[in-house]
């Protein structure tokens, strides 16, 4: 019985974690009613809320604090904000998100080599302190681009459907652009499934990634007959 207390005095204080009360004190007294049964009285001190007091870096030589900290979910504390939001409120959960944004935006920015170590939380009495270590690796930059696969147009013409260009330095969220773009130039052929997937070759001591954009096509799709209810006017 004592034990399924103490996990339930653990589970009430991941609650209030959840909520940004790390400081939340939890006790109990267990009641003795007879032999079988008592009664259990949890007392609860909530203390203040835990805000986030600074968020900062080491190693972002390339981008400012002030730009990665705007993809952060975790952040600092808004005079204004924090009154009508969670914004501020520490939340560990977030840091392993925050950990993936920031290798994905520096992803988006060439940086395909980027190692983004879990951050360190310090507690002190005005507030938690997160720091992010960056270890950017080098900028990479458009090799060769190709086509391959299932080609209804020629190589040429498929160039001309996208933004990446050789030289250019490396932008992922261009190439999920330009992967759209490709499903849509095969779609408007009737291969609404078409499958076009990027094949990346990084070429580390030249800094540079040559791209295969890997086309296969699916079943053709056509349209059958179409019939109109409802419509007494036409």
């Known amino acids: 019985r004592r034990a399924q207390v103490v996990g339930d005095v653990g589970r009430i204080k991941k609650a209030y974690m959840e909520k940004g009360y790390y400081n939340a004190e939890i006790t ?39 730009e990665l900290r705007g993809i952060l979910e975790t952040r600092k504390k808004h005079w204004l904000m924090s009154y009508f939001t969670t914004i501020g409120v520490f939340k560990d959960e977030s840091l392993d998100k925050d950990v993936e944004r920031l290798t994905a935006y520096y992803y988006s920015k060439g940086f395909l080599m980027v190692k983004v170590d879990k951050p360190t939380v310090d ?51 261009t190439l999920n652009d330009d992967l759209v773009a490709l499903k849509g130039v095969y779609s408007e052929k009737g291969f609404a499934y078409a499958d076009v997937s990027p094949l990346t ?23 059958g007959e179409i019939r109109f209810t409802g419509n007494t006017r036409t």
């Open 28 to 66: 109990y007294r267990v009641n003795p009613i007879d032999e079988d049964f008592a009664s259990v009285d949890f007392d609860i001190t909530e203390n203040k809320v835990v805000k986030v007091k600074a968020v900062t870096f080491s190693g972002n030589d390339s981008i400012k604090a002030g």
């Open 201 to 223: 070759d990084i070429k580390s001591e030249e800094n540079k990634v040559n791209i295969v954009f890997a086309i296969h096509l699916a079943d053709k799709i056509f349209i």
């Open 123 to 173: 507690f002190k009495d005005d507030g938690i302190y997160v720091h992010f270590v960056i270890t950017e690796g080098d900028r990479f930059t458009i090799g060769a681009i190709e086509f391959k696969g299932d080609l209804i147009y020629p190589p040429e013409e498929l160039q001309n459907k996208v933004k990446i260009l050789p030289g250019q330095i490396f932008n992922g969220r």
